[in-house]
Structures are given as C-alpha cells and as structure tokens.
C-alpha cells in the first residue's frame, strides 16, 4: 500500500491490533505498525501521540456521543433514565465493530498498562456524565453516583457483550445490566 492510500489512521488502527495480537503489545513497535499498515512512523504520529493511544482512538469521539446525548435527554427524565439514553446510543457504533472489539479487549487485558489507560478513560468518561447531569441541574452526589453507575452499566455491559458467543446486541446487554442495577438498588 502507498503512503497517498486513503484511510490511514483505520489502516494504522487495523495493523496496531493485528500485531498486538499476534506478538503482543509490548514486543510491537510503531516502526512495525507503520510498515504494516503501509505508512512511515511520522504518519504514524500525525495520528497518535503513542502506540497505546491507538487502542483508544475513538474514545474522545464516544465521549462526545454519550455527553451530547445526556445532554439532550428530556428534561423530565431521572438522572439514570437520563445515562440509560445516553448508553443506549453509544451502543450502535460498537455494534458494527465487534470482531474489533473483541480483538481489542483481548489486547487490554494482556496488558497491565492498557488496563490503567482503559481505567483512565473511564473515569474521564464518568467524569464528563457527571458534568453533563449538574449542567442539567442534577445535584451531587446524585450526578457523580448516576454517572458511576453509568459508567459500571457500561462497563459491564460491554464485557458480557464481548464473551458473549451469540449475535446478542450490546444495547440488550446495557438494557439487562441496567435492569439489575436497578433490581440491586431497590433491595429486592
């Protein structure tokens, strides 16, 4: 593939997550990725700052779908009804993707370090639902524990969703593991 192909950063995306499959994490390097993908190193870092970024790069772009939609939830809507909504549309681009995210998931759980990262970008995640739901005038600690457990539902979710070896969809996942948050709150 010549460097003038188009879709460089999902060919970057693509060879990243096959050679940490297939070597692992540690023993890739970004010359390996770059060459895979059939770029230079220096397109490589017009990208991503670093090779763990890679495993990460919609995670901004996820952000904003899960605020924008918290943030037009009805008004009416209980703080976790309002996170429900927001969980539910970020359901649909993972939907598309799975093989992806399986491949993905297995790398990060190989790895101590993408671990933490994964765990960073959760609690950024949270962090930002939480500022959503005070904007929308929910107070704390109301705000920070919707948020939390938004980002658990999530979390969750997403795991079963992964190991999962049915066609189930994430949002059925999201529905059920909301559906017990609610079950264990309630004391039944």
């Known amino acids: 593939m010549g460097r003038w192909e188009p879709n460089a950063r999902g060919r970057l995306e693509q060879a990243a997550l096959e050679l940490y499959s297939e070597r692992g994490f540690e023993q890739t390097t970004v010359a390996e990725i770059a060459k895979r993908a059939g770029l230079t190193e220096r397109t490589f870092f017009r990208h991503f700052a670093d090779k763990r970024e890679v495993l990460f790069a919609g995670a901004g772009s996820l952000q904003e779908l899960f605020v924008t939609t918290l943030a037009g939830a009805a008004d009416s809507a209980a ?89 189930q969809e994430l949002s059925q996942f999201i529905r059920e593991s909301l559906d017990e948050l609610k079950t264990l709150t309630a004391g039944t």
């Open 79 to 167: 703080p976790i009804d309002a996170i429900a909504t927001a969980l539910q549309a970020a359901a649909a681009p993972f939907q598309a993707r799975r093989e992806y995210a399986r491949q993905r998931q297995a790398v990060i759980v190989a790895n101590a370090e993408l671990q933490e990262r994964e765990l960073i970008k959760l609690a950024r995640l949270s962090a930002a639902l939480a500022d959503t739901l005070r904007r929308r005038g929910v107070r704390d600690p109301a705000a920070s524990l919707a948020a939390e457990a938004g980002t658990a539902v999530f979390k969750v979710a997403f795991e079963r969703w992964i190991e999962a070896p049915d066609e």
